[in-house]
Each structure stands twice: as C-alpha cells, then as structure tokens.
C-alpha cells in the first residue's frame, strides 16, 4: 500500500477535557481499580489530594477528544477496516485530580510504511490549568496493506 | 525491588459485559468490543477487550507495586492478537534495573498461556 507522509507533523488544535469526580470513579470501576484513592473523596483528601485521583491511564479518557480528530483525519488518510493499535506509550508527570482541567495537544509524528504495512504515530501532550504536563502520549496504529 | 525481582502477579477475569462498561467509561465504542455479531462479520472470534483496558491492568499491576499511581512514571506497551472476555487475564513483570530511584520493570500480559500485551516496559519511582 502506499501512504501519503504529507501530514507528518501536523498539529491539531488543543481539546479541554473537565475531569469529573463520577467520571473518574466510573473509569475506576471499568478498570477494577480498588484504591480508595480513586473512589473515595475522603480517601484522597487524607492524603492531601483535592479531589479522588485519576487512575493514570484514564490518560486515555482526557487525551482522547484530542486525538479522535488525528486519527479521522483524511489527509492522514487511516484505513479504519484495516487498522489496528499496535503500540501505546505514556509518560506521566503529576497526578490529575477530578477538578482539573486537562488540554491536550496532538500531533502527527510519523507516517511510514514498511511492509506493505502503514504505520502512523500521533503525539499528545496533556497539560493541567497550572501549566504542568501530566501526560505525554505516543500512539502507534498499523495498517495493513489493502 | 531489585533486579530480578517479580511484581506481584495480577489476575483478573474480564466478564461478559466488561466491555460495554469500559466502551462507557472510555468513550470507545468501536462496535469490535460491543456488538457480537459485528465483530464476526469483520472476522473476529467475538467481541475483543479493548487494548486500553488490557493496559489498564498492565498499569495497575505496576502501581499496586509501586505503593500507588504517583508511583507509575512510564508505561509503554505492544498489543498482540485479542484479548477475549471471560478468559483470566495474567499480568507478570520482573525488575529489570534500578536507575536513579527508578525501577525498570519488564512485564507481560497473558490469557490462556499467549501474551497479549508483550514487550512491555514499565518506569516506578521507588521510595
């Protein structure tokens, strides 16, 4: 298959996601997460958090507003039929509390093929309302030839 | 933890309906993890396990480990073939090595005996 690498490093513009107390709890359920932490405003606020704490890969919650548009993109040009996630990257810096507010940058960092295969990697990066990066994210999507 | 060490193991059997929770939790709704009989028209066994969620059990191992999800600084991860609901799901990881208060872990997760996330590696602060 040939792929189109005219959209390597495009940006697209930021998305804000609001973190809610019940969003937070609900995803933590979904996961099996046990932490009081997560579930238990009490809990968190005894150690010293605001709010119950996001488990860290509800990463994928907040950031993904921000990265549907990439991934939809025709001028990326992905084969939905044909795709599939094959690798997934997060780096972490502070704890997202429900309260905040998470904007989320995305990228397109590469788009290659090898193969006879696409293969297309986006970037996040997610950021809290005081400036600090609370995620940085690396997607990678393949798709095979058709 | 030391290198050489294992994590503790973490086992848990998504149910029959895991994955219209998550779909809900997540906001993928991608009909492959819903509708059953989607997913075999598009060739599948049946409805797959998101591979996000998969990863979440990855990530929990870790930070079960690690004393909490401060402790959890980088997780990156291969999805391999489909994880299917109602099968035990085996997350193992060994310290691979320990640099500047770090401990790299090396971890996989398996059902029936085939890993589905593979190559796994994980960053935990160590106290």
Same mark, same amino acid.
């Given at each position: 298959m040939a792929v189109n690498t005219n959209a390597v490093g495009k940006r697209y513009p930021p998305v804000t996601y609001a973190v809610g107390r019940e969003k937070i709890r609900e995803y933590a359920f979904a996961v099996g997460e046990t932490n009081p932490l997560h579930l238990e405003v009490q809990a968190a606020r005894a150690l010293g958090y605001r709010d119950v704490v996001a488990p860290p890969m509800f990463a994928a919650v907040y950031a993904s507003p921000a990265i549907g548009p990439a991934l939809f993109d025709p001028e990326v040009g992905i084969n939905f039929a044909l795709m599939v996630h094959a690798g997934q990257e997060f780096r972490w810096g502070p704890l997202v509390v429900a309260g905040d507010e998470i904007e989320t940058a995305v990228a397109v960092r590469d788009i290659s093929e090898r193969g006879g295969a696409g293969f297309y990697v986006f970037e996040s990066v997610s950021t809290n309302q005081d400036g600090d990066t609370v995620c940085v994210g690396t997607w990678s999507n393949i798709v095979r030839g058709g | 933890m030391q290198p050489g060490d294992q994590i503790p193991e973490l086992r848990v059997t998504p149910d029959k309906y895991l994955t219209v929770r998550y779909a809900g939790a997540?906001?993928?709704?991608?009909? &492959?993890? &819903?509708d059953e009989d989607f997913a075999r028209q598009v060739g599948l066994p049946g409805r797959i396990l998101h591979g996000l969620w998969t990863m979440a059990q990855v990530a929990r191992a870790q930070t079960d480990a690690g004393g909490g999800p401060h402790s959890l600084r980088r997780l990156q991860v291969q999805f391999r073939g489909m994880g299917l609901p109602e099968h035990e799901l085996v997350v193992t990881g060994t310290v691979h090595e320990l640099r500047d208060g770090v401990a790299v872990v090396h971890t996989v997760a398996e059902q029936d005996g085939k890993a589905i996330i593979r190559n796994a590696e994980a960053e935990i602060a160590v106290e």
């Open positions: - | 997540s906001g993928d709704f991608n009909p &492959i993890h &819903i």
